[in-house]
């Protein structure tokens, strides 16, 4: 699931069965969702944040993260700096931006798959073709 140097942060916080949430969630290392979020889901600090959206979760606004696993519904974007796992029962109404992206079969996408190239390194000078190129 995870490739080498994708080292998912461990789960640190839970939101419980039966559990609804409305407003924004800004969280810290890991976080699995398995009531209802109706907000966006967004990790910050220096390390990679870790999501896991369960089967029986459903969030509905903008999750931005890291890493991503979904097996529940999400009903907005999803933007992963890392990588995006949707598991079977995976149902996603947005587009999906992402490094890497493992899609089970059985998920389902109802909106754009987007790659996001990694940022040029600033050290790397491109050259201009020659003047005077023939045509």
Do not use: C, W
């Not at 949430?21 to 398995?34: A, K, M, T, Y």
């Amino acid at each position: 699931m995870f490739g080498k140097g994708n080292k998912p942060s461990p789960i640190d916080s839970l939101i419980g069965v039966g559990t609804t949430i409305e407003g924004n969630i800004s969280f810290v290392g890991g976080l699995r969702i398995d009531g209802h979020v109706k907000g966006n889901v967004k990790a910050t600090g220096s390390k990679p944040g870790t999501l896991v959206v369960s089967e029986l979760a459903k969030v509905e606004g903008e999750i931005d993260v890291a890493h991503v696993v979904v097996n529940g519904t999400v009903a907005g974007p999803i933007r992963a700096t890392e990588y995006v796992e949707l598991l079977p029962k995976a149902r996603v109404t947005g587009d999906v931006a992402y490094k890497s992206i493992e899609v089970h079969v059985g998920a389902i996408v109802m909106g754009r798959l987007l790659y996001e190239n990694p940022q040029k390194n600033e050290k790397v000078v491109e050259f201009k073709p020659a003047s005077g190129a023939s045509d």
